[in-house]
């Protein structure tokens, strides 16, 4: 099935900004919505940003909102997240997520399809 490679994380100033890539191989990214999450030790992993396919729908967290933009390029079998305006609160492990049964998905529990996860650290 689909599998996911996250890359593009690494150490960042505050207010600066990085670029996820999430690589996707198998035959299934096809129609999938697709999703990142985040995971600061100690906190439960929670939803950031999701889109559809098509990219009609795109949702991203109260938390991130206006600064974190979520894309795709279907043809490439890749999603981004671009996230600007770093704070030291968006230090986490990221990962992406691919949901095999959901259309509208942005809880942890409609994903089923998961990325090793990689590494952002924000400093001040």
């Known amino acids: 099935q689909v599998q996911l490679v996250e890359s593009g994380g690494g150490a960042v100033q505050a207010g600066g900004s990085l670029r996820l890539s999430c690589a996707a191989s198998?035959?299934?990214?096809?129609?999938?919505?697709m999703g990142w999450f985040r995971q600061a030790p100690g906190n439960a992993r929670e939803f950031v940003a999701a889109?559809?396919?098509?990219?009609?729908?795109?949702y991203t967290a109260d938390s991130v909102k206006g600064r974190f933009t979520i894309s795709r390029d279907n043809g490439k079998n890749t999603v981004y997240l671009q996230m600007n305006s770093l704070q030291s609160e968006d230090t986490a492990v990221y990962y992406c997520?691919?949901?095999?049964?959901?259309?509208?998905?942005?809880?942890?529990?409609?994903?089923?399809?998961w990325g090793q996860g990689t590494q952002v650290t924000v400093s001040s």
């Open positions: 889109c559809k396919w098509s990219s009609s729908w795109v």
């Open positions: 198998g035959r299934a990214f096809s129609g999938l919505t």
């Open positions: 997520a691919a949901s095999t049964t959901h259309t509208y998905a942005v809880m942890l529990r409609e994903y089923d399809v």
